[in-house]
């Protein structure tokens, strides 16, 4: 059963980076069906996807945080990353690594998040 | 503000039925499948529906969802205590390229 963790620092000043790293087990992060993302929840709010790569290192971002947001991948050690970086107060929230489910249909390309980790909460202090 | 427009909240008493609905556009549900997640208290997402109607293994045929255009509906019949979570629908979006989520429906069992 495929599980992913993720790891880090919960405390990071403000102006710095925050880094997060999410462990895959039980599967390889090398498969070609899929992409691996990050998906980020502020206190009180709902859920908001931050970027996707896939093993080969091809990444995709939300424009709202390209500036700011680097994903990477290490098929070695079956984990991924992410870096926020210049965090202020905004970036306070829960960080979930997931996995991008592709499924290629006929007429479409069918694409959902499953399994999540359980979530690691980053306070942004000043 | 969410992409994806939620109610948020609902409310309904053991053995009913509710619905959650979510409304989008053309560039994300009116172009592509919708997926639900439920979230415990405290809990980490959950998929729940995915391609606007397929439930994964083990979860329960009390939930069902549909598509219509721009929107989309999350259906729980038979309304049990341990249903009671926050849920969010979540499509693909083509202008985006990436996905987007609606701000959760926060479902009470009174």
């Known amino acids: 059963q495929l599980q992913l963790q993720e790891s880090g620092p919960g405390l990071v000043k403000s102006s710095e980076t925050l880094s997060l790293t999410c462990t895959v087990s039980?599967?390889?992060?090398?498969?070609?069906?899929?992409?691996w993302g990050w998906i980020r929840q502020p206190p009180g709010k709902g859920l908001e996807w931050i970027g996707n790569i896939y093993y080969s290192g091809s990444t995709y971002y939300n424009p709202s945080h390209k500036s700011r947001v680097t994903i990477s991948v290490d098929t070695s050690k079956n984990q991924f990353s992410l870096k926020v970086t210049s965090v202020t107060a905004a970036d306070t929230a829960v960080y979930y690594c997931a996995r991008l489910v592709l499924r290629i249909a006929a007429s479409d390309t069918r694409r959902w998040f499953d399994p999540w980790g359980q979530g690691t909460r980053v306070t942004v202090s000043s | 503000q969410s992409v994806l427009t939620q109610p948020p909240s609902a409310s309904g008493t053991p053995g009913q039925r509710v619905t959650i609905s979510c409304s989008g556009s053309r560039s994300n549900i009116g172009s592509n499948t919708v997926n639900w997640y439920q979230q415990l208290p405290g809990r980490a997402p959950k998929l729940l529906i995915y391609?606007?109607?397929q439930r994964p293994s083990g979860v329960p045929d009390r939930f069902s969802g549909s598509k219509s255009g721009t929107s989309a509906s999350l259906a729980i019949r038979g309304l049990q205590s341990e249903d009671e979570s926050d849920y969010y629908c979540?499509?693909?979006?083509?202008?985006?390229?990436?996905?987007?989520f609606g701000g959760g429906t926060k479902l009470t069992v009174l």
């Open positions: 979540a499509a693909w979006d083509d202008s985006l390229n990436g996905p987007v």
């Open positions: 391609s606007n109607n």
């Open positions: 039980g599967g390889s992060i090398s498969s070609s069906s899929y992409y």
